[in-house]
């Protein structure tokens, strides 16, 4: 079988599997309206005020883009490669955001949710 390719697929350990991501809405997608509500329900609490978790700050649209250092966590009109969508999903394995240990509280998001959430990055992360 000369010419034929039989090694299996390899998923690097840092490179998140995008196969198990939800597909963007395919609506117009508001920040006030339809974003903030699922951040202040299973983000803002940890992520806000003078120490949040990580540096990172999901309170308001300007801290949800800057991100804290030199990695942005969204990265406008590209939903698949911003980080924030990689935690929400569950792709990064002791990463997951909401931590698992804290769902009880802070639901994860949901599918759907999730979409909604790529669907705005995608548009371009505005107001």
Known sequence: MAGLCLAPLILLA??????KLPRPAKDKVEFVKDIKPLLDKSCTECHSG?????GYRTDSIENLTKGSGTDAP?????????PLIHYVADL???S???PTDKREKYPALTKDQISLLRAWIDQGAKH
């Open 96 to 98: 997951e955001m909401p």
């Open 92 to 94: 990064i394995e002791e």
């Open 14 to 19: 840092d490179s998140p599997d995008l196969r």
């Open 50 to 54: 003078e120490k949040p978790k990580g």
């Open 74 to 82: 969204i990265i406008p009109g590209n939903s698949e490669k911003s």
